[in-house]
């Protein structure tokens, strides 16, 4: 079965032919598109019970649908459950984190809007030691965008044994 399915003005991107990348133990993604032009993304998230994703600042609207499990930041006093769509302007700020007594993964799409700026002294163990590996010093920040994300899925796939998907889209 072909992974993309297109027309002239339509891409259908299949679950089952995008591989899940683990960021760190507990995270793991899909990329489903890159924007070309846009800057825009979209990935699904999976985060498992007491799984913390570093702090971090978007330039661009962010939507959140959640599909399973439950989820919120540090910074706000809501929870997102099953069956909840989060709208976050640009500018906004916090630490996503799935609660320790949480019964399942938090199984998350997102579409983010022209990347966010990742405050690296608050990555978990794991992605610290990752960053280190690749050379970032304790401290900084960094531009996460499409482009990077993909990157990053791109090379944690390559380093597992698997092959980057021809199923991502790139428009």
């Known amino acids: 079965m072909t992974a993309i399915v297109e027309t002239s003005d339509t891409s259908i991107v299949r679950d089952e032919d995008v591989p899940w990348a683990t960021l760190t133990p507990g995270v793991e993604i899909k990329m489903f598109r890159v924007g070309r032009y846009d800057n825009t993304y979209q990935m699904l998230l999976c985060a498992q019970p007491g799984a913390q994703l570093p702090t971090h600042h978007h330039f661009g609207e962010v939507h959140a649908y959640t599909i399973s499990g439950r989820w919120a930041y540090r910074e706000y006093e809501w929870e997102a459950t099953a069956g909840t769509y989060v709208y ?12 320790e007594d949480a019964d399942e993964p938090a199984l998350v799409f997102f579409t983010i809007a022209a990347g966010m700026l990742v405050f690296l002294d608050t990555l978990p163990d794991e992605m610290s030691r990752r960053a280190e ?6 401290g900084q920040t960094m531009i996460q965008d ?3 994300l993909d990157g990053l899925y791109r090379a944690v796939l390559e380093a597992a044994g698997e092959r980057y998907p021809d199923a991502v889209l790139h428009h």
Do not use: I
């Open 88 to 99: 976050e302007e640009p500018r906004s700020a916090h630490t996503l984190f799935v609660p």
């Open 133 to 138: 590996e690749m050379g970032v010093e304790p």
């Open 146 to 148: 499409g482009v990077t």
